[in-house]
């Protein structure tokens, strides 16, 4: 190959997100020749209705597959947040105080998981497996096992779910700025150095627990924060929504977008591209009338096929870049 072939070749394999891009594309465009139903505004706020909670708390996921760890209990925090908020709520707090109640109950979950894994030293799987369980518990305790309706009134409501587009516009700005964070701070540096060589990290002088606490703490966050804004959007808080699917769907898109499970690399705009594929074929499927068990066929096979498509392209690059020496 002439060399500003594969100067051009090893470039766009070196654009991560290329790959997640074209088949969400691809999906696009088979979906909109199979059904007239697909290109509508009302179509496209169906879609982004999925997206969003997958995205926002994907972003975190990704912060912490990428420094080696894992939050299975993020989708219970998305569960537990908007009725921590009605708990405030009623006990005579303002709405707004409410919610940064919720949102701080929510990080501080977070804080638990990183300390009990990092002071303690219990795999991450083994810790939020088990707050996982304990937050479900404690849902189906405040809510009696029952929805609530959410907050209806006043513009705090419409910016955190209950107008049309804030959810996903919520989604947008944490996706940027996670990617801000992951790839343009000293923060985001650490992160991945965490992942990729926690003993040469932790000899560079890089505080890995802290780095790994502080990634806990913001998933969590995200999580609490998407679940008061589903919540909101719907005009209930449902102790049965979340859970593990939330949580799963979440994990999945960070690695279809590219997020490696065993920590180093990964992009919070690949996994934005990953739920976003993941929304796309579960609309088109419902629109074309494919039975809803077949997803589950297909986002196994996405996973499976992302995870030997981004080995293929980690050595694909590193051949490249050594014929370039």
């Known amino acids: 190959m002439p060399d500003s072939g594969r100067s051009a070749l090893l470039g766009l394999l070196r654009i991560r997100e290329l790959s997640i891009l074209l088949v969400t594309v691809a999906a696009a465009g088979y979906f909109t ?3 007239d139903a697909f290109n509508s505004a009302e179509n496209y706020q169906t879609i982004a209705q999925y997206v969003a909670p997958w995205a926002i708390i994907a972003t975190g996921q990704v912060m912490l597959l990428i420094c ?78 029952r929805p609530v309706g959410a907050p209806s009134e006043g513009w705090l409501v419409g ?15 944490i996706v940027a700025l996670g990617q801000l964070l992951l790839s343009a701070t000293r923060f985001g540096i650490h992160t991945r150095a965490t992942g990729g060589n926690p003993v040469g990290a932790a000899e560079s002088g890089i505080p890995v ?20 804004l589903q919540g909101t959007r719907v005009g ?25 499970l065993l920590g180093g690399s ?21 629109l074309t009338g494919v039975s809803a068990n077949a997803f589950n066929v297909v986002l196994g096979a996405a996973i ?11 050595l694909l690059r590193k051949r490249l870049a050594a014929r370039e020496l």
């Open 33 to 35: 020749a199979t059904s």
């Open 68 to 145: 080696g760890e894992i939050d299975l209990s993020a989708g219970f925090v998305f569960t537990l947040a908007p009725f921590t908020l009605m708990l405030f709520s009623v006990n005579g707090a303002p709405l707004w105080l409410a919610l940064v109640g919720a949102v701080l109950v929510s990080t501080l979950i977070g804080v638990v998981n990183g300390l009990i894994r990092t002071v303690l030293g219990i795999p991450s799987f083994i810790t939020t497996l088990g707050m996982a369980f304990l937050l479900q518990g404690l849902v189906l305790i405040i809510s009696d096992a």
């Open 159 to 173: 910016v955190f779910g209950g107008a049309r587009w804030s959810e996903f516009a919520w989604a947008v700005v």
């Open 209 to 228: 627990n802290r780095v790994k606490i502080v990634n806990f703490a913001l998933t969590s966050t995200l999580a609490g924060l998407a679940g008061i």
């Open 236 to 260: 209930s808080y449902d102790p049965t929504n979340g859970g593990f699917t939330m949580m799963f769907f979440a994990v999945a898109s960070a690695v279809i977008g590219g997020t490696a």
């Open 266 to 286: 990964g992009t919070v705009v690949g996994a934005f591209l990953g739920a976003l594929l993941l929304g796309i074929v579960f609309d088109g499927f419902n």
């Open 304 to 314: 499976l096929l992302a995870m030997v498509l981004n080995v293929s392209l980690s």
